[in-house]
């Protein structure tokens, strides 16, 4: 049972006469004897909670940032109205903060034998599966004195997708590829690139694409042109490990890599190559392997949503074997980790060999804004020094890119909002010097 603050209104009402007319036991007795009894009736006039029936729809998935809707539906079997309040519980991460009391609390009326339907629409603010909690009714009875409260599960859950925020790059950036695919009228030439068709010489040409037999055919000078090959197999690795649970800006550093590792696989897909992905630290958290254009990009999200950071070293031995075993024949095989000297110096250098010999290695890392603000300050002293570590920490990161290169690493090292577009440029240089 659940007291109302009406009843402590009237209780408290009731309390004045008796302080001044009556103040014995049998005043007490004379107020609060009608207020239990209305009490009493009231509770048992309450629809009973235990005989609810609910069921659920709405969203299963939402993209983080958007706003999902689901709908919880109250049928009310027993013969008394039901007049309740509804309390439809979820994580405290479903909604924006300070929102939750008024998002998840519902007033509802429902008559003798009907049904109704309460809309709760979910804000989440992370990443992964939200998976509802209970729901809560507190059913009054007609005097609004009393009520019956108890709980149902009814479970549902709705899966919050990576946001994916760098797709407004894809256009420009499927304008490039076109440019290098000899759609446009820039047609582009390099060692390992398919040869596409034949066309008249026009000044400004590379004289060593002409092609003499055809010239020989013809009354004009031919020369060849070339797109980038197609059908090439993409590896994104994934590092799931501690150095991606560090936050720069407002995200970890492992939903940057994510963002990034989308615009990738979208505009690889577009140009015609295969997609895999392994996300890893001591086991494998996340694979997908084998989808069509069509299906890659769903499975991805639907792959990468309820990843989180794992608080442990990375294996990369563990990590190079299973991308070797991921990838069998020739890959680009991209790399999202970090460029911390300590983990690369020890972990992934050791292991590069392994994978450059086979495969074509790219290393993307998201570098802390953060840095470029402490390496600008000046006007105090404070400020000097805190830019004297702002470039200690850069040239560190320099150093240990440095190394990778030397290996045949090619390294991207951008901020989070830069990092997405950057690796695509590599990509697409990769793609237009022949090299995948």
Known sequence: MALTGRTALLAALGSLPVGILAPNWSGILAVNAPLTLAILCDYALAAPVRKLQFTRSGDTSVRLGETATVQLNVTNPSPRPLRAQVRDAWPPSSWQPATESTASRHAVTVPAGERR?????????????????????????????????????????????????????????????????????????????????????????????????????????????????????????????????????????????????????????????????????????????????????????????????????????????????????????????????????????????????????????????????MTAARGSVESVYEAAAGAQSQEQRDRTAEKLKRHGVTVVDATPDKLAPALADAYLALKSAGRL
């Open 117 to 373: 339907r309460l809309t709760t629409e979910l804000n989440p603010t992370r990443r992964g599966d939200r998976r509802s909690d209970r729901v809560t009714v507190r059913s009054y009875g007609p005097l609004g004195l009393a009520a019956r409260q108890g709980s149902h599960d009814v479970s549902w859950t709705v899966r919050v997708l990576p946001p994916f925020a760098s797709r407004k790059h894809l256009p420009s950036k499927l304008a490039r590829l076109r440019e290098l695919d000899g759609r446009t009228s820039v047609l582009t030439r390099g060692e390992g690139t398919e040869f596409d068709s034949l066309r008249d010489y026009v000044p400004g040409d590379d004289t060593r694409s002409i092609d003499w037999r055809a010239t020989a055919r013809q009354n004009t000078v031919a020369v060849r042109t070339w797109r980038p090959e197609r059908d090439r197999h993409i590896l994104l690795v994934l590092d799931t490990g501690r150095t991606s649970a560090g936050r720069v800006g407002d995200i970890p550093r492992l939903d940057a890599s994510m963002d990034a590792a989308l615009l990738l696989a979208a505009l690889a897909s577009r140009a015609g190559d295969r997609v895999d992905l392994l996300a890893y630290d001591r086991r494998t958290r996340a694979q997908v392997q084998g989808r069509s254009s069509g299906e890659l990009l769903p499975a991805l999200v639907n792959a990468m949503a309820p990843l989180e950071p794992e608080l442990v070293e990375t294996d990369t031995h563990g990590l190079s074997a299973t991308a070797l075993a991921c990838a069998p024949r020739r890959s680009l095989v991209v790399l999202l980790t970090g460029l911390d000297s300590a983990p690369v110096e020890e972990g992934l250098i050791p292991v590069l060999p392994q994978l450059t010999k086979r495969h074509t290695v790219l290393v993307a890392s998201v570098a802390d804004p953060r840095i470029e603000e």
